[in-house]
C-alpha cells in the first residue's frame, strides 16, 4: 500500500507564496505520474499540474506562469511551488499518485489534502 502526505499548506496574503510538499510512503514499487488537484467550496476538483519520472509537466491554464511543480523521483515527492497567489485559489489541495504494483497494476492514490488560503 502506498500512502501520500503533503504539508505546506496555511494562510497567505495575495500575492504571497506557498510550496506544498508530498510524500509517498509504504510498500512503492513505481509511481507515475505525481500530481496536484485542488477544490474550491462549492466546486468540483480540479488538476493543478502533473508531472512524470521522465519530468514531464502539465498545468492548468489558471496557474501557467505562476506556479511550478518539481519531483524527486529518488525520493518519491513532489512539490508544488505557488507564487503571486489570488484569492481565488484558496481551496483544499490534494497530492495525487499513480502507482504500479509488481504485476504491472496501476491505481489512483490520493492524500488526505492541505487547505491553501489566500486573503486579499
Known amino acids: 500500500q502506498v500512502q501520500l502526505v503533503e504539508s505546506g499548506g496555511g494562510l497567505v496574503q495575495a500575492g504571497g507564496s506557498l510550496t506544498l510538499s508530498c510524500a509517498a510512503s509504504?510498500?512503492?514499487?513505481?509511481?507515475?505520474?505525481m500530481g496536484w488537484y485542488r477544490q474550491a467550496p462549492g466546486k468540483q476538483r480540479e488538476l493543478v499540474a502533473s508531472?512524470?519520472?521522465?519530468?514531464?509537466?502539465n498545468y492548468a491554464d489558471f496557474v501557467k506562469g505562476r506556479f511550478a511543480i518539481s519531483r524527486d523521483n529518488a525520493k518519491n515527492t513532489v512539490d508544488l511551488q505557488m507564487n503571486s497567489l489570488k484569492p481565488e485559489d484558496t481551496a483544499v489541495y490534494y497530492c495525487?499518485?499513480?502507482?504500479?504494483?509488481?504485476?504491472?497494476?496501476?491505481?489512483?492514490?490520493w492524500g488526505q489534502g492541505t487547505q491553501v488560503t489566500v486573503s486579499s
Open positions: 495525487n499518485a499513480g502507482s504500479f504494483d509488481p504485476s504491472g497494476r496501476w491505481s489512483l492514490i
Open positions: 509504504g510498500t512503492i514499487f513505481n509511481i507515475n505520474p
Open positions: 508531472i512524470t519520472t521522465a519530468g514531464k509537466t
